[in-house]
């Protein structure tokens, strides 16, 4: 690993725009195309991409190996379930709520961490940070102009999204831990893609298609440049300057998410979401700062 460099702040910049673009190119391509093909066709090109490079690295992907459950399970829970989730909220709430919601993932996995893993327990300043965190998330909640009562169990949808996100990271600590990054990302992505196609097939999407311009090409986007080679940015990111150095991005997915929807969206953005961005962003902080403390002892 090595100290990070000009051009190592300017990809992880990078890798934040493209991860916080995603949002309000959901938004777009759910105005005409059903969560189902909008999953998919994400997932099919991030599973091209990762293939390919795969390929290229000369890296053994090992999703049907003789363990391949945990790889198909991480698929399910760490991918098409909160891709589905996800899409299917954000078509009711702002794009820019997506976002920040969904960079409350580290405060949840703070928590099931500490239940599940024996070498990531809270301590004071984790457990300070997830309170902060989630003080952020409420004030979210109790701003009406953007979680209303129409809206409100989407928002809790997208919450629950990011739990997913969680749950599926514990399934790959416990499992997958020394399998190497870029198959297991590859191979569950594989089965991700795998576990679609049944939805796909019964609820057979494409016989009410009638996609615009505009979503379509953000549908595109989403496939190969939020998923794909935002996937493979992140490896070139972990590889170069490791994982403490590419968290970092988690601090400026939700900025970028705010500004993209203000900005693009013309969505409304009230001082309550100002306020409560900075305080989740603080939470992430200090949960982040308690992790190196448990890696120092």
């Not at 190592?8 to 777009?28: E, H, Q, T």
């Not at 300070?128 to 965190?133: E, F, S």
């Not at 693009?264 to 700062?289: N, P």
Request: aromatic share 16%; net charge positive.
């Amino acid at each position: 690993m090595r100290e990070p460099k000009a051009i190592d702040v300017f990809l992880l910049l990078l890798l934040a725009v493209i991860w916080g673009s995603a949002f309000f190119n959901i938004k777009i391509a759910t105005y005409t195309y059903d969560t189902f093909t909008l999953v998919f066709v994400r997932v099919f090109f991030a599973a091209l991409a990762l293939v390919l490079w795969c390929f290229y690295k000369k890296i053994k992907i090992m999703a049907f190996s003789k363990d391949w459950k945990p790889y198909a399970a991480v698929g399910l829970v760490n991918i098409s379930l909160p891709f589905l989730l996800i899409a299917y909220g954000t078509d009711k709430v702002q794009s820019y709520l997506s976002a920040i919601l969904m960079s409350s993932t580290p405060l949840s996995g703070a928590i099931l961490a500490h239940f599940f893993t024996s070498n990531e327990k809270l301590n004071l300043t984790k457990s300070m940070g997830v309170i902060v965190g989630f003080i952020g998330v409420v004030i979210l909640f109790f701003d009406k102009l953007v979680i209303s009562e129409s809206n409100f169990i989407y928002a809790l949808i997208i919450l629950f999204a990011s739990t997913l996100y969680v749950i599926g990271g514990i399934i790959t600590l416990k499992f997958l831990k020394n399998k190497g990054n870029e198959n297991v990302t590859t191979s569950t992505v594989i089965w991700s893609l795998i576990s679609l196609l049944p939805f796909c097939f019964y609820q057979e999407p494409w016989n009410n298609l009638n996609p615009s311009f505009e979503s379509t090409l953000s549908l595109i986007y989403l496939g190969i440049f939020a998923t794909g080679i935002a996937w493979m940015l992140r490896f070139h990111i972990l590889t170069t300057n490791g994982l403490v150095f590419q968290a970092q991005v988690a601090y400026l997915i939700p900025i970028f998410g705010v500004i993209f929807g203000h900005v693009i969206m013309d969505e409304e953005i009230t001082w309550k979401v100002l306020v409560s961005l900075i305080i989740i962003i603080l939470g992430i902080f200090m949960v982040k700062k308690g992790n190196k403390g448990i890696q120092n002892e």
